[in-house]
Structure formats: C-alpha cells, structure tokens
C-alpha cells in the first residue's frame, strides 16, 4: 500500500490510519471548496471562473502565494490537493488566516483549541504533517493564545505546499487545461476584435 502513495509526503508513517483518514476525504463535506472533478472553469455558479483570462492563469505560476491569493486559483489548487489527498494542509493554512481575524480572547481561545484539535493533535481527523517539536510548541501557544500562535506551523506547512504540491500543481492536467483553455479563449477573442481593413487584392477606385 505504502509504494503506491510513495509520492505523498509522510504516507508511510501511519499506514493504516493514514489510509482510513485519506479515504475519509472521498466523502462530500459542505465546506469542501470545489468538487473534485478536472474541469475547474466550470466550478464557479456565479460563472466568474468563465471569464478567467488568461493572464490571470498564467501569473499563477509565479509563485504559490499569487496563486492562492486568487480567489479562483485558491479553488482550482484546493481542487488538485484534494486529488492528491492532501486537502488538509490548505485547509489548515486557510483557518490560520482566519483564525489571526479574531479579536477577542474568548474567540482565539475557542478557534485556537477548535484547530490544534482538528489538524494538528495526533491522529486528528486532519493532522497535518508536523515535527515533534513544532507540535509540542504549538500545544504550548494554545495554553495562553495568541494570533501568533499557529505562525511557526502555519509557515512549516506552507513551506510543504510550496516546495512539493505546487510544483506538481504547475504540471498536472488540471492547471495546464486551465491554461489552455483561457490561452485559446484568449486567442479568439484578439481575433475577433481586429479591425477590418481592406482587402490588399481589390483595387482601389
């Protein structure tokens, strides 16, 4: 089972619960951003994901934070972690930016406990993959919360994402379709607006 998912960072750590809780990401859940499907443009109900350019696509690439930034690109990157089991580590990341929103102390102890529990307590329902360490602190932090709490594994995890999902983001079909797609859209719309002139072969009077 493990050489199958060689890929994944950390499978093989905990191969029997790691399958158990990857699988549990096959089942629908209402805050799940996008449907897991390859045709990102058509996600959008409001159809702000038709009138991607191509331009907007393409800027992507250049790094992970333009890339998540957008609100379409946030959507078609979660879209392709789901693919590849990893749907947690942008939804940790997500709740961290959330989570510096709270104000009151009431709310950060609250949220704090709510994510340390979800993402990153061992064999939580969406552990995220952590050093000892860096888990350790981060049970510390949330004794006394602060908005800074989750900083050192929020940055870990977005390290992870940057260096190896992105990557394999910027190559896999989902994105190049994407790409393409809005190239050609792009193409035809130029062809579309160029001025009409006169043909070169009539004779003028």
Known sequence: MCKGLAALPATCLRSAKDMKHRLGFLLPKPETLCDHSSAPIKKNK??????LSYDEVKKWSESLQQLISHKNGLVTFTEFLQSEYSEENIKFWLACEEYRKH??????????????DEYIAVEAPREV???SQIR????????????????????????LMEKDSYPRFLKSKIYLELLNQTRARSQQKGKTQMPLTSDPQRPHA
């Open 136 to 159: 350790e602190k981060t049970r510390k932090n949330i004794l006394e919360p602060t908005s800074s709490c989750f900083d050192e594994a929020q940055s870990k995890i977005y390290t």
């Open 103 to 116: 104000k009151s102390p009431a709310k950060l102890a609250a949220s704090a406990k709510k994510i340390y």
């Open 129 to 131: 993959n952590l050093e």
């Open 46 to 51: 409001t159809g702000a994901a038709q009138r």
